[in-house]
């Protein structure tokens, strides 16, 4: 069936370091992908999205690149800050009023 | 304000009582959504609607009803609370469910059931 199947965390770095988050997807078709992120205390809200294979999502210096060839959706940023710290969650949309989300990936980063 | 916004922000209620969480936005957006956030679950969908007086079963309903007479609302009943019902939930609302539409989330309702 659908899934998305996310990094458990939490991932601890420090400031500067590099993140990687890696998603994959089970699904029928050809989904579009998202990336949610969810600071402590609020709702989720969009950070960014690919709708079709080797799409690029970018926001805020976070990049996610649609591979269809090993159906993953890994999000990635060069230099984390403490603000990103949050959690991270991976998900697809398959043209239904429905998405599929992951179980969400925390991220904590040192000063 | 614009946006999406969920009351009361937490509530500690009794097994057995009935509670209901509201869900009001302010872009006449068509869809909206309910869901729970729970540890090692992510996101159930508890129920959605399309648009006013429509509404469908998500994942996870049992315990929980829903009604929508205006578009703008979208409160989640629970009939009856059980300490499996403890939970962050989260209300949503998007334009329209094409591939490309993205949700936007309110800020959530702590609900502990003691």
């Known amino acids: 069936g659908n899934s998305v199947t996310q990094m458990e965390g939490p991932v601890t770095l420090s400031e500067e370091a590099f993140l990687t988050i890696n998603c994959t997807y089970t699904?029928?078709?050809?989904?579009?992908l998202f990336w949610y992120v969810q600071y402590p205390g609020e709702g989720l809200q969009l950070l960014l999205k690919a709708t079709k294979a080797d799409d690029k999502g970018s926001n805020k210096g976070f990049e996610a690149t649609y591979r269809k060839e090993t159906t993953s959706f890994h999000l990635e940023k060069g230099s984390v800050q403490v603000s990103d710290s949050a959690v991270y969650f991976c998900a697809f949309h398959s043209g239904t009023y429905k998405y599929i989300f992951g179980t969400g990936t925390r991220l904590k980063v040192l000063a | 304000d614009a946006g999406i916004t969920q009351s009361p922000r937490y509530k500690i209620t009794e097994t057995g009582r009935q509670v209901t969480l509201m869900c009001h936005q302010t872009?006449?957006?068509?869809?909206m959504f309910w869901y729970r956030q729970d540890l090692g679950h992510g996101l159930r969908l508890i129920y959605y609607s399309a648009a006013a007086d429509i509404t469908d079963k998500g994942e996870v309903p049992d315990g929980y009803v829903v009604s929508r007479s205006k578009t703008e609302n979208f409160p989640l009943t629970l009939e009856s609370a059980t300490r499996s019902q403890t939970s962050v939930y989260f209300c949503?609302?998007?334009?329209?469910?094409?591939?490309?539409?993205?949700?936007?989330f309110g800020s959530g309702t702590r609900l502990t059931v003691v």
């Open positions: 699904a029928t078709g050809y989904p579009s």
């Open positions: 872009w006449s957006h068509s869809y």
């Open positions: 949503a609302s998007s334009e329209g469910t094409g591939v490309s539409y993205g949700y936007t």
